[in-house]
Structures are given as structure tokens and as C-alpha cells.
């Protein structure tokens, strides 16, 4: 079956937000790491999901690190912006300008906190579908808002709104996938690094991941091996990234580990914003041994 959203298949990268010393915007830094992902490979960025801190930045920091990301990849790499909400008219007006901005598309999560029926979970994409034409990557992460988009939701939202082109599945549930993809033309995205290989193996083509940006090269070999069949070779890879995952990523919430792994690794983009803290010392100790194990550090 030929999926929508082929464009947003291979790696996307979760980007961090950096901030200088007295919490503002590092826009230098930012161009910085975009260069970086072009240079090894990645598909696409994603600014301003949850690796982002898009809970923290105000709504003009919020634009301007999309129209930055847009205006500095230039064409080079894919920009897939972040623009969901919680408000259904402020999604329409962040995704409204991502468009404007330049983007390839819009990862939009489903609505937090205040917890929509399965109808209003479907209203809501479909206002946003309605009143801009940009196309529209679902992000289903009941851990975070609280509540499942379920299949039937998902598939229903993709039959009516041709706009949705693919949905980033952080559900952890392989089924709640297979369902997805036997019953829609969805492209489905990891998101979650440790189940990629998995969900690649029953149709997924994609990862939007929070190690590539670490290890974005990496990332991008496994998902190459097992495009081109080399499922060996992806197993390899699966179980070398692995541990980094597991071991990185679960220290603490996202993104504290991955912005303390870039500073230990002389890529420094800043502390992140309260309500999210530091690591400990003990936490960035066992930092430190996972990435020497990994082999960089």
C-alpha cells in the first residue's frame, strides 16, 4: 500500500531548544545545529515538539524558532514544526504560520490536559485540516496528554482529512500500530528510539527520534540497512543503539538527559527551563558511563 506521508519516512530529529546562559533564545546555536543535521544525513527536523520544550516558550518564541529553523534550513533539509495545542484555534494559528514560515509539514500532538472524547479528539484535526493546507503528522502520546487517540479515531480523522499524511506513534503498543497501519494509508513514525526496529519490522518507515541528536548517523544507518532489506545489519544496529537509549533517555524526563549528554559532549545548547531540572551529579555520572560505553565519551 502507498502511504501518505513517504516525504517524512527515514529519520527526523527531535531538536532541542538551546537557550544561553540568561534563558534566552540561542539563535546561533539553533543555525548550529541544524548544519549539523544536514551534514550527517538526517531527513528532517522537528523543532518545537516536547524534546523542544515547547511547554516553556512563550507563543513569539514558539513562532520564531519554527521561522528560523525554516529560514536556515533553506531547502536543505526537511522542517516538520511542531504546532500543536491544547486550544484548537491556537493550533490553527501556530500551524497557520508554520505554513507561512515554510514548512514541510506539522507535527501536531493531540489536544493535553483537558482529556476530548474520541469526537472531539477528530473535531479538532479536522478544524485544523479545514483552515490550513499544510500536511498534518499526527502525534498520539497518551503518557504525556493524558489520554489515547484510539485506531478507529486515527483512521477516522486520516479518511476525512486527506491533509494527514502520517502519525508519530508513541503509544508503546504494537497493536494499537498494526491496527493504524492495516487500516489506513498513514505513514507511521517511531516515537519512541528503543521501539524503532520493531515497528519498522510490521511497516513503519520512519523515526521521529530524540537520540539522532546524539548519534543522528547511527539512527540513520539502522533505518537505511532495513529499507534496503539488510535486516542483520539493522538488528546490529537496533541492539548497539539500544542500551544508549534506554540507559540516556530513562535517566529522567525529556529532555533533560539529551540536553545534558550534548554538554557533556562539547555541544552546549543551554540548561533546560523550569518546571523541567538538572540532572543530579549522580544522574551525570551515569551519563557519563553510558556514553563511554557507547564510545563517545
Not at 76 to 93: D, K, L, Y
Not at 106 to 113: G, K
Not at 182 to 206: F, H, Q, Y
Amino acid at each position: 500500500m502507498k502511504r501518505r506521508g513517504e516525504m517524512f519516512s527515514g529519520l527526523s530529529v527531535a531538536l532541542v531548544t538551546p537557550f544561553s546562559s540568561d534563558g534566552s533564545l540561542n539563535e546561533s546555536m539553533l543555525k548550529s545545529l541544524i548544519d549539523f543535521h544536514v551534514e550527517s544525513g538526517t531527513d528532517c527536523v522537528v523543532p518545537v515538539g516536547t524534546t523542544g520544550e515547547s511547554p516553556t516558550l512563550t507563543h513569539d518564541e514558539h513562532e520564531r524558532v519554527i521561522s528560523l529553523t525554516c529560514e536556515h534550513a533553506a531547502g536543505r533539509i526537511r522542517v516538520m514544526a511542531g504546532t500543536g495545542s491544547n486550544s484548537t484555534a491556537e493550533a490553527i494559528r501556530l500551524t497557520r504560520s508554520a505554513k507561512q514560515a515554510g514548512a514541510d509539514g506539522a507535527l501536531m500532538v493531540a489536544p493535553y490536559y483537558n482529556k476530548p472524547t474520541q469526537d472531539g479528539f477528530f473535531q479538532h484535526f479536522r478544524a485544523v485540516a479545514e483552515h490550513v493546507d499544510l500536511p498534518i503528522v499526527l502525534y498520539n502520546i497518551p503518557g504525556r496528554t493524558a489520554k489515547n487517540m484510539e485506531p478507529e479515531t486515527i483512521c477516522r480523522i486520516a479518511d476525512t482529512c486527506p491533509s494527514v499524511v502520517a502519525i508519530k506513534e508513541s503509544t508503546g503498543s504494537m497493536d494499537q500500530a498494526s491496527q493504524i497501519l492495516s487500516a489506513s494509508e498513514l505513514t507511521v513514525l517511531s516515537g519512541d528510539d528503543s521501539l524503532t526496529l520493531p515497528l519498522l519490522s510490521i511497516g513503519a518507515t520512519g523515526v521521529v527520534s530524540v537520540a539522532g541528536n546524539i548519534v543522528p548517523r547511527d539512527v540513520k544507518a539502522m533505518l537505511t540497512a532495513f529499507a534496503c532489506g539488510d535486516t542483520a545489519t539493522a538488528m546490529q544496529w537496533h541492539h548497539r543503539l539500544f542500551p544508549l537509549c534506554r540507559d540516556m533517555l530513562g535517566l529522567s524526563t525529556n529532555p533533560i538527559p539529551v540536553k545534558a549528554a550534548m554538554r557533556l559532549l562539547g555541544r552546549e545548547c543551554g540548561e533546560v527551563r523550569l518546571p523541567l531540572t538538572a540532572l543530579s551529579d549522580a544522574q551525570v555520572s551515569a551519563l557519563r558511563t553510558t556514553l563511554a560505553r557507547y564510545g563517545l565519551l
